[in-house]
């Protein structure tokens, strides 16, 4: 039987929040960093609407989003249904009642959505916006799920074919323009992981008990080789925007689209800045006071050429 159900929101400042649950004391189970692990997942897959599942230690999870507003659908965007379920159920199921119930409890959200989307939007906007009829109808939405009354089940094309969703008539320029946002979109939630990452460690780093200078090195790598990544696909998409300058010359419109695109990928680069200075200092944390890594070690008592030179991926 399952142990509760949440309602989660997005904004691009903040990621993933808890804004309700039924019962209420199902927040105990989803503290801020499982609520942002699941949203994630559901970012990373894509961004239209779809249905996940994860096997955590306690329980596991069935989760439904919405989508972004990029995503070709009719319901509010940014938000995650989740079910939590005891270890011993099925969670795929659930992958056509997730979406019904969805249905029911967006129905329900008041206010503009569009603008949860944008740069400036923060988790007090939305939880103003959305009012409080969704209170009312969470509760309902999970009793039907666990006493079985949710009749109509659809699948997550189920309901996009019922919204009867035709998409507007674009150039091939604006295609290509907003398929490189959609990218900014999914690239920008890698980088706050990647800011999320940063922070742990340095929390950690002054504890006794914490990672080894094995496991801090490991850390540091694997968080060099994401940023080179991400350095390599913004240069990509700046190379891709600037090819489309000449396509869209002609249009004031869409030049002042392909401007603000440009300045978006001009602000992850300042970002990715960021966390190369910030791993530069994890780096030297673990180096100070003589503690130096077995690779380092290593690698400067059998060559002379290699002193000097850092054992990371050059950012």
Known sequence: ???????????????????????????????????????????????DPNFLTLNL???????????MKTARYIIS???TLTLILDLEENPHKYSAILPTAAKEVLKTLSGEKKRFDTRTAR????????????????PKIFDDICKDRIQHAMSVEDL????????EEISEAEKQLQQLRDVIEEKDGMIKMLQKMLSEQEKSAGDTFGPSVSDYTTMIQDLQNKLTEE??????????????????????????????????????????QEQKEKIRELEEALESGGIVSPTSATASSTSKTSRGKSRYIPL
């Open 77 to 79: 965007p940014n938000f």
């Open 123 to 138: 988790m007090g906007d939305v939880l103003t916006a959305i009012g409080d009829a969704f209170k009312e109808v969470l």
């Open 231 to 272: 350095k390599r696909i913004n240069k990509d998409l700046l190379n891709k925007s600037q090819k489309l300058e000449a396509q869209i010359e002609r249009s004031p419109l869409m030049e002042n689209k392909l401007r603000s695109l440009q300045a978006d990928l001009k602000e992850r680069d300042v970002k990715i």
């Open 160 to 167: 996009l074919d019922e919204a009867g969703y035709a998409e």
């Open 1 to 47: 039987m399952p142990k509760g159900l949440a309602l989660f929101g997005w904004t691009n400042k903040e990621g993933f929040f808890f804004i309700d649950g039924e019962p209420k004391n199902i927040r105990r189970l989803l503290d801020d960093e499982t609520v942002m692990r699941i949203g994630s997942l559901h970012r990373l897959r894509k961004l």
């Open 57 to 67: 230690p306690n329980f596991k999870i069935a989760s439904f989003f919405s989508g």
